[in-house]
């Protein structure tokens, strides 16, 4: 139980979920006819990147879109002050957009044009900002004019070639190529650094040419530039010490030297990288033999998902660099004369990144809500607000606003009070900027659905009459029936929010007029359903299974009973049914006339409504002919047909022959049809293939025949029972040869490679072969180029084109060819050359409409040609980062999502998202086989749900009048848990009692219920709580007890009496152990038979008579020593112990342990009398005890 302050703190949670239900913002419909009315701040829906690099050849178009309503005007500030178009007869403004167009037809420099321009768009209820867009103009500087000295090297050493590319915006990719354009090879010795320069680890004669030349290529102008190239001479010199190097010309030798580093210098450098940018760290080092380069980080592994190396192991890639990341990374270089270290310490700073974005709110007149803008970096990004374009400190104040820190207060809004808040949040690495609209909203109540709608159900089926609306206040809905009485709601009707009205069983008296009514202070709608419920449309009589007898008539019936048109349908062996000139079909029934095998199987009928639908099925056997008279034959069941017999060909032709046979005997079962097969000794000899099936009343039939084969066919017949052992052979047939009829399948072209295209179809078959020396024609040309055709001659089922450019589309098209001509000409089909990976990679990932589960994306498409192949997706990769609440672990595995659209401003619906969770997600764009880069990572959090279930429930009866129950917090708590809600009832077979309810706070999980009935089952139900509503609710029955056993056993247990009696009979016992001791203390001679001699003891003192005294100083051990030469004897001797007994007559306690074989040595009539007695034996008392 929840004393006062628990009581306490659940009163204050539910007003605090009365309020956050009251300032929810309002869900706007897309409805046109809402959209139409709606007036709306503006938004921006589409703008350039921050940093925009233009071509100078190009005109430049910087993009500002906005929706909004009324349609917003836009204006431009260039470098922080107004940009007056109309003075520039070079800039213009698209219609019903802000993107500027910056046109040089009529001259002019696209660099005077530089700098940062900033959109505003507007209307009557605000003002929304774009990014601020700076503009640069991209440049590709000459390379200055330089005179390269001959550079001069010993062999051996190291080399450095610089390169230093011109600086150019973008920055140029640089490469190194000889005079012939043919690329500097690079290895393990020789590589090309970061910055361009040609690194030499040592240094060998061939080295030595005169045109080494860096290159640098400009992205935007697509131009290459090359510096002046260098001269290499290299020196040699022959060593006489042991420390030196085998080189590869002529076996000279060159002297060996320890690593060192060429880049980069001294022992310890650092770099700092931004969050989800790129890291390089390169280490080049100098030696001979040339060194090998392996990566270390300190404290840490180098994860094997994120680390790439590339350049011979002497660059260490990071594609998306996190927090964790940072560190120092060690790159070692060491060959067999030593090793020398680098250490690169490694700072990730992070530009603004988005926590919580703010977003649009729509509210009513006097409702209330909240803008949130959280944002995170490296260092710690400010946040400053704006309205409208203005400082909010500068703005005209607002009683109805207040401002903390990252979150903007609205109390009670008031019409006027719209307008677009910025959010900017920045640090010394850039900075986000974020619009969020306020927009206040009166609207009467309109109903969105269609008017008098008339909906049919069948009884007894679950029905849901729809009524969208919408108004601002949002409306109250309420339903009512034909007119009268108060609101529909409970038994067996329930309302939903969204305006539903659900009927869980529909009956008769459901059927009439619903009436809708949506109320708020702005007025009032409505709108009517009309429900009719119907009877089930059923089958009454359905068919029934048949057995006919071949050549009769068979009818199968459906009749139907319906209040509502119909339409009966046949179906056999569950496909439609074929009538035809034979079957007949009525309203009622379908007619089978003149049955015959083809006809068996499964009928269907199936009646449809317009609502609803009935079927029933029967099967029909068809059996053989009745014979007149009962005689011996037709009592013999039926059997396989006798092979035919005398094959014959005649009438040959080209591609033809008629074959004839005799049938055989039928075996009382009629042959239905004919196989003739085939065997060709030219390319599968000995393999019979099936030509042809023909009815079984034909035994003449012309065969089709292929050229160029050398024929034999063979005949088998079928009938009901099966299939005849195959005919004798026909003799053979030879067709003469032709040229090709068919043409190659599957013809196709396709990359293996970037730059080549695999030419593939499927050869043709033996038969079509149609004469001697196959072979194929090919041709191809690059589509749409006017082009002549470029052919090939092969004999092999493909072709390889190489070199080709990246994803180029070639007309195809191919002819198979023989020794006798030429066949026909395949149609022209459409191949590609090989992809290669996406240049371009989605931009502006964002998300909005985030629900606890669900999430809208939208981003800014590639170009398609920047695909360099098929298109294939949007791929979206998206993880659970962390939980919201903390110390909750999570998996961090990465899923995938695909998206195939074309559309200029895609989005897509991100689903199945856990609820109060921060997510993180990038974007490629994927051809068949490679990604792009991938795209900015966005954050984002799942709004809060339901709990999950809990991770169990236990209840365990502690006694008789109580019961403990324990639990587990849920597995997945979907929010911030406030509560608990156990909810318990009598269980009495099916009956179940009054309801019950307790309400814990989060922190409690275990609970001891006392029971007012202690006989008495229940059932528990235990939820836990967040502000949204209850989770999955966990049910569990008491355990069943039984009562009165247990009562008894208490009552019996707590007597006087019992427990005096228990005392009484240990005290019994003891003394019975007492007595049998003393006796067995005052000993006595047991006699021993002599059927067999056992080993003694020593010790063992023994009498003339042959027993054994026991009148020893130590009266135990007598005893003790029985019983382990018992045991001994018993484990080692083979004879039986009865050998040992009085008589034969020894016995064996329960135990096992032997009496009879020693007792007292007394009178023969007192032994007698006590022969074999346990209760005189002290021994057998003990083990009797034992």
């Known amino acids: 139980m929840l004393g006062q302050t628990g009581h306490a703190a659940l009163r204050l949670m539910s007003l605090f979920l009365l309020l956050w239900q009251r300032v929810m913002s309002i869900e706007v419909p897309q409805d046109p006819k809402i959209q139409q009315d709606l007036k709306q701040p503006p938004t921006i829906i589409k703008q350039s990147v921050k940093d925009y690099i233009v071509d100078p050849r190009d005109n430049i178009a910087i993009e500002c879109e906005a929706k909004g309503n009324p349609v917003p005007t836009f204006e431009w500030r260039r470098n922080g002050k107004f940009f007056n178009i109309g003075k520039d007869p070079r800039v213009t403004m698209r219609k019903r957009s ?58 051996g050493s190291s080399l450095v070639l610089p390169c230093n590319p011109p600086p150019g915006l973008p920055p140029p990719s640089t490469f190194w190529m000889d005079s012939s354009m043919t690329p500097i090879a690079q290895d393990k010795r020789v590589s090309m650094g970061l910055n361009g320069d040609l690194y030499f680890s040592n240094v060998l004669v061939r080295d030595a040419q005169t045109d080494y030349s860096c290159n640098a290529r400009f992205l935007f102008t697509h131009t290459i530039q090359q510096k002046n190239p260098f001269t290499l001479k290299v020196h040699t010199k022959e060593p006489y010490n042991d420390t030196s190097h085998n080189t590869t010309d002529g076996g000279r030798k060159a002297v060996e030297s320890t690593p060192s580093f060429l880049s980069p210098s001294g022992s310890e450098s650092s770099k700092m990288v931004l969050r989800d940018e790129q890291l390089l760290l390169e280490c080049i080092a100098a030696g001979l033999p040339t060194p090998t380069i392996k990566w270390f980080k300190k404290g840490g592994e180098l994860a094997e998902r994120k680390v790439r190396f590339e350049n011979y192991n002497k660059t260490l890639k990071i594609l998306r660099v996190s927090e964790e990341d940072a560190g120092e990374y060690v790159c070692m270089a060491n060959n067999h004369l030593g090793s020398i270290r680098h250490s ?19 509210l009513a007149p006097d409702e209330s809500d909240r803008l949130v803008c959280r944002a995170n970096g490296n260092p710690k990004p400010n946040i400053q607000w704006l309205v409208n374009g203005e400082p909010i400190e500068t703005a005209p104040l607002n009683p109805n606003r207040q401002v903390l820190g990252d979150t903007i207060l609205f109390h009670s809004v008031q019409i006027g009070s719209s307008a677009v808040y910025q959010c900017n949040a920045s640090n010394q690495h850039g900075y986000l900027l974020a619009n969020a609209f306020i927009s206040v909203l009166d609207m009467s109540p309109r109903m969105l659905g269609p008017n008098n709608q008339l909906i049919k159900v069948t009884e007894n089926k679950q029905i849901f009459l729809d009524c969208p609306f919408f108004g601002s206040p949002l409306p109250v809905l309420r339903w009512f029936k034909n007119g009268q009485g108060s609101g529909l709601d ?104 003149n049955v015959n095998e083809g006809d068996k199987g499964t009928y269907t009928c199936t009646v449809r409504s317009e609502i609803d639908q009935d079927s029933a099925s029967a099967h029909l056997t068809v059996l053989e002919e009745a014979s007149p008279n009962h005689s011996v034959s037709s009592a013999l069941p039926a059997g396989r047909p006798d092979p035919p017999t005398d094959l014959d060909l005649s009438d040959p032709t080209a591609r033809s022959v008629r074959l004839t046979w005799i049938p055989g005997n039928e075996h009382r079962s009629p042959v239905t049809e004919f196989h003739v097969q085939f065997e060709e000794d030219r390319w599968e000899p000995g393999k019979w293939q099936n030509l042809s099936v023909y009815p079984g009343d034909l035994n003449s039939v012309i065969l089709q025949l292929a050229p160029f084969v050398r024929y034999q066919f063979r ?18 047939y030879t067709t003469s040869g032709a040229p090709p009829d068919a043409i190659p399948r599957d013809l196709r072209g396709w990359g293996s490679k970037k730059d080549n295209m695999n030419i593939t179809w499927e050869p043709l078959r033996d038969l079509e072969r149609n004469g001697p020396h196959l072979h194929y024609c090919v041709w191809w040309r690059r589509k749409d180029s006017g082009e002549d055709w470029n052919n090939v001659t092969t004999y092999q089922s493909k072709h390889l084109v190489h070199p080709t450019g990246t994803y180029v589309p070639y007309e195809i098209k191919i002819q198979a060819r023989n020794e006798f001509g030429h066949g026909p000409v395949s149609n022209v089909v459409i191949g590609y050359s090989g992809e290669d990976e996406p240049t371009d990679t989605p931009t502006n990932l964002q998300v909005s409409e985030v629900t606890n589960t669900t999430a809208v994306i939208h981003w800014t498409p590639v170009h398609m040609s920047s695909v360099q192949g098929e298109f294939k997706e949007y791929r979206l990769y998206y993880w659970r980062e962390s939980s919201q609440l903390p110390g909750l672990a999570v998996s961090k595995e990465k899923k995938t999502r695909g998206f195939y659209t074309t559309v200029a401003e895609p989005s897509g619906l991100l689903a199945d998202l856990v609820p109060y969770s921060n997510y993180k997600m990038f974007m490629v764009v994927a051809n068949n086989h490679f990604e792009s880069p991938p795209s900015n990572t966005v954050e984002f959090s799942t709004k809060e749900g339901v709990p999950g279930a809990l991770r169990f429930f236990r209840i365990n009866r502690r006694s008789l009048d109580t019961i403990h129950l324990e639990w587990d917090k849920p597995q997945e708590p979907n929010g911030v848990l406030i509560a608990y809600l156990l909810k318990y009832q009598t269980v009495n077979g099916s009956r179940l009692g009054h309801l019950h309810g307790e309400t814990f706070l989060p922190n409690v999980t275990e609970f001891t219920l006392r029971l007012p009935n202690p006989t008495s089952r229940y059932n528990f139900m235990l939820a836990a709580l967040t502000k949204l509503g209850t989770g999955v609710v966990y049910s569990e029955e008491s355990p069943h007890f039984s009562n009165e056993a247990y ?80 045991d001994a004897n018993a484990k080692e001797s083979d004879d039986s112990l009865v050998d040992y007994g009085e008589g034969g007559n020894g016995q064996f306690n329960e135990d096992g342990s032997f009496i009879g074989q020693y007792t007292v040595k007394k009178d023969k009539d007192e032994t007698e009398g006590n022969e074999s007695s346990e209760a005189t034996s002290p021994v057998n008392a003990i083990y009797s005890l034992a």
Request: hydrophobic residues 35%; contains cysteine.
């Open 98 to 155: 802000g993107t500027l167009e910056i046109s040089f037809r009529s001259g002019g420099r696209p660099e005077d044009y530089e700098g940062q321009y900033q959109c505003i768009a507007s209307n009557d209820f605000g003002k929304a900002l774009s990014n601020k867009i700076l503009l640069r103009v991209s440049k590709a500087p000459l390379w200055p004019k330089e005179v390269l000295e001959p550079v001069t090297v010993t062999e």
């Open 344 to 362: 690169i310490f490694v700072q990730v700073k992070a530009a603004p990144y988005w926590l919580d974005e703010p977003t649009n709110l729509v």
């Open 490 to 593: 409970g038994g067996q009707y329930r309302v939903y929010i969204n305006g539903s009205l659900e009927i869980k069983r529909a009956r008769k008296e459901d059927e009439g007029i619903y009436t809708c009514v949506a109320t708020s202070i702005m007025g009032t709608a409505e709108n009517q359903v009309r429900l009719e419920v119907k009877e089930p449309t059923r089958i009454i009589r359905a068919p029934m299974d048949q057995s006919a007898v071949r050549g009769s008539a068979v009818r199968f019936e459906c009749v139907v009973n319906s209040s509502q048109p119909t339409s009966v349908t046949w179906t056999k062996d569950d496909r439609p049914l074929y009538l035809g000139w034979r079957l007949k079909k009525d309203e009622t029934s379908l007619t089978i006339p």
């Open 715 to 732: 005949v088998i017949a079928r009938n009901s029972v099966g299939l005849s052992e195959p005919s004798q052979p026909s003799p053979r």
């Open 1047 to 1126: 009562i008894n056993q208490v009552d019996i247990a707590t007597q006087g009496w019992f427990i005096g009696l228990m005392c009484a009979i240990a005290l019994i016992i003891l003394i019975l152990l007492i007595v049998c001791f003393i006796k067995r203390s005052r000993g006595g001679k047991y006699p021993v038979r002599d059927k067999k001699d056992l080993p003694l003891d020593s010790v063992d003192q023994k009498d003339p008579d042959g027993s054994f005294d026991y009148h020893s100083d130590e009266d135990n051990k007598p005893l003790q020593g029985s019983q382990t030469s018992l």
